[in-house]
């Protein structure tokens, strides 16, 4: 239920910007995750993005030129199993792809964790904070992020489905090994994951952090519904804790 990619096709042609690079990153286990990679050459930091649960990263394309205009360089990962990146997700599959992340932004890109900010959009805060485990990076931006996935199912009336998911996809065990300063956006009016349960890691998270609650947002239109805030909460955060 946590996963719930659109595959294409790899001989199927797909337009891409002239200013956004598609790049292939290869995982530890022998897989290859279709990526895109936006440069700025006029800074030293770089934002690792890794997207929410549905689509693929092709889809995101427009959010990582947005992110772009906050004045860094963005590499979009695409997940195993999603777009035309090779193998299928799982939760430690997920995990593998963010190391192959952090391992190409630092070996081919050349990027110091120290200029790396981590973003995982709902799903994709759990890749983020698994990456920031016992390592300091630049910041991490945790968008619309869950607690656990046993709590999404509880928030949607299931009752009996959390005793069997167990601690998977589980942010809060990971809380207490983060280190790096943590910016979280998050809707009051979030119909997927709880505006509760980003506050629930905010008040748990003890390194420097902020939260930014956007007023009426649900889960998928914050950068919609106040672009202003959403994109200049993560650029004030860039700006304070770049290297």
Request: hydrophobic residues 40%.
């Amino acid at each position: 239920m946590a996963f719930a990619p659109t595959v294409t096709k790899a001989d199927v042609l797909q337009s891409i910007p002239p200013d956004i690079s598609e790049v292939y990153v290869d995982t530890a286990d022998g897989l290859c995750l279709q990526s895109f990679f936006i440069s700025n050459r006029s800074s030293s930091s770089i934002i690792i993005y890794f997207h929410g649960n549905a689509g693929n990263i092709y889809e995101r394309i427009p959010e990582l030129v947005d992110l772009s205009k906050t004045g860094v360089s963005v590499l979009g990962i695409g997940y195993r199993g999603y777009g035309k990146s090779t193998g299928k997700p799982s939760e430690r599959g997920i995990y593998l792809d963010g190391q192959a992340a952090v391992k190409y932004a630092e070996e081919k890109l050349k990027y110091g964790k120290e200029e790396i900010f981590l973003c995982g959009r709902s799903l994709g805060s759990v890749v983020a904070l698994e990456m920031a485990r016992n390592n300091k990076f630049a910041g991490i931006i945790l968008v619309t992020p869950l607690t656990s996935g046993a709590d999404v199912l509880r928030a949607h009336g299931y009752r009996l489905s959390p005793l069997l998911v167990g601690d998977v996809i589980d942010n809060m065990k990971k809380v207490p090994d983060i280190s790096s300063p943590v910016l979280i956006i998050h809707g009051d009016k979030d119909e997927v994951v709880p505006w509760a349960m980003g506050e629930k890691i905010f008040s748990a998270l003890k390194n420097p952090k902020k939260i930014v609650t956007i007023t009426g947002g649900q889960h998928s239109d914050l950068e919609f519904v106040n672009p202003a805030l959403y994109y200049g909460s993560i650029e004030q955060f860039i700006n304070a804790h770049a290297n």
